[in-house]
Nanobody, 115 residues
Framework: QVQLVESGGGLVQPGGSLRLSCAAS????????MSWYRQAPGKQREWVAT???????NYADSVQGRFTISRDNTENTMYLQMNSLKPEDTAVYYC?????????WGQGTQVTVSS
């Protein structure tokens, strides 16, 4: 069993920045495919970005060029640097870890973009 704990959410003005963190409880984190998802009120959870164990990254079109996903395998932590935030980025952000068929989710952290 792996526990994932997100942090770093909060209230930010449009155009601002936030950095989310996702800390994993086990050192085998380095073998996991790690992703960020988000869920806005009244909407389905959507994929945001993924970083593989080898460091390859992919992004949803809606965040490409504004968000950067990264991982530090020595700290068992994944990050999401979010710049140029828009009101439509408001959502609960979840981290997801995948190891073969095993999938783990964090509890989520709220990001609110509003003036």
């Amino acid at each position: 069993q792996v526990q994932l704990v997100e942090s770093g959410g909060g209230l930010v003005q449009p155009g601002g920045s936030l950095r989310l963190s996702c800390a994993a409880s086990r050192s085998i984190f380095r073998t996991y495919i790690m992703s960020w998802y988000r869920q806005a009120p009244g909407k389905q959870r959507e994929w945001v970005a993924t970083v593989t164990s080898g460091g390859t990254t992919n992004y949803a079109d809606s965040v490409q060029g504004r968000f950067t996903i990264s991982r530090d395998n020595t700290e068992n932590t994944m990050y999401l640097q979010m710049n140029s935030l828009k009101p439509e980025d408001t959502a609960v952000y979840y981290c997801r870890g995948q190891y073969f068929t095993a999938i783990y989710w964090g509890q989520g952290t709220q990001v609110t973009v509003s003036s």
